[in-house]
């Protein structure tokens, strides 16, 4: 339920509109307008940067414990993805993620819901213009240099293998909840699953392609050197493929005796 539908609604129409699957990741909500949902892209995910940085730095200045430290960076990570995907998600899907965006383009193509071209031009660029200054303005939130080239190589093997396991596990989990209408729980489902992605994951699961640029413009705690990011970009990309497999696979339509799809 949005802010702009009407107070008077009827009691009929609050029934169908609670029963009716609510926007979130991999479901762009029609009828809005594209320069809206470009901006809700856009501040979306220079939100979720801004906290990824800022929380990681935050943590730095508090604690010599990288343990700590990444606790509270993905503690920190987990509250501000769900406010902001209850937040934009009726406006603009929240994708906040290239993979994301590129997927659900993909599966409208194949006759699903989601993105077309033109938004995909739309989006795609306003989720890493976002992200470039999520981490520009963390770093002027607490004294750093505005843009600084990050130093963390992050060209290890197993640590693109850990991006493929996380990416495709997004993917899988936030179309395998449009597959199955529970689209409502995408706010506490996708959150927690980065939550625990950052920990089980050896790449801390960056899973996202804009924020992954957006992350080598700070050399904090956070930050990942640009060396790191074509390698990092292009191992997302596989795993978002990946996810796709897996939500046609374990999400296979049945058919009804008649040879149709059944509903």
């Given amino acids: 339920m949005t802010a702009t539908e009407p107070v008077a609604a009827t009691a009929a129409e609050s029934d169908i509109a609670a029963d009716a699957p609510q926007p979130a990741p991999g479901a762009t909500p029609p009828r809005t307008p594209l320069i809206a949902r470009a901006a809700a892209e856009l501040v979306g995910t220079a939100a979720l940067v801004a906290i990824v940085v800022g929380s990681g730095i935050q943590a730095t200045e508090l604690t010599q414990d990288v343990a700590l430290q990444l606790l509270a960076n993905s503690t920190a990570t987990v509250f501000g993805l769900g406010v902001l995907i209850a937040l934009f998600g009726p406006v603009s899907g929240a994708h906040f993620n290239p993979a994301v965006t590129l997927a659900e383009w993909w599966t409208a193509r194949r006759g699903g819901p989601g993105v077309n071209g033109r938004e995909l031009a739309v989006y795609v660029p306003s989720q890493i213009a976002g992200a470039i200054a999520g981490a520009i303005l963390a770093d002027a939130m607490f004294g750093e240099p505005l843009v600084k080239w990050s130093t963390h190589d992050r060209s290890a093997g197993n640590l693109l ?12 989990l936030i179309f395998g909840l449009t597959r199955t209408d529970r689209l409502r729980f995408a706010p506490v489902a996708v959150a ?7 920990w089980f994951t050896s790449s801390t699961s960056f899973a996202n392609p804009a924020v992954t640029i957006g992350r080598a413009f700070t050399d904090t705690f956070a930050g990942i050197a ?38």
């Fill in 226 to 263: 640009p060396a790191s990011v074509p390698a990092f970009i292009g191992v997302q990309l596989v795993g978002a493929v990946v996810g796709l497999v897996l939500v046609a696979v374990i999400f296979m339509r049945g058919k009804t005796e008649q040879g149709q799809p059944a509903a």
């Fill in 161 to 172: 293998l850990g991006e493929v396991v996380a990416t495709a596990g997004l993917i899988l």
């Fill in 192 to 198: 927690s699953y980065i939550g625990a992605a950052y």
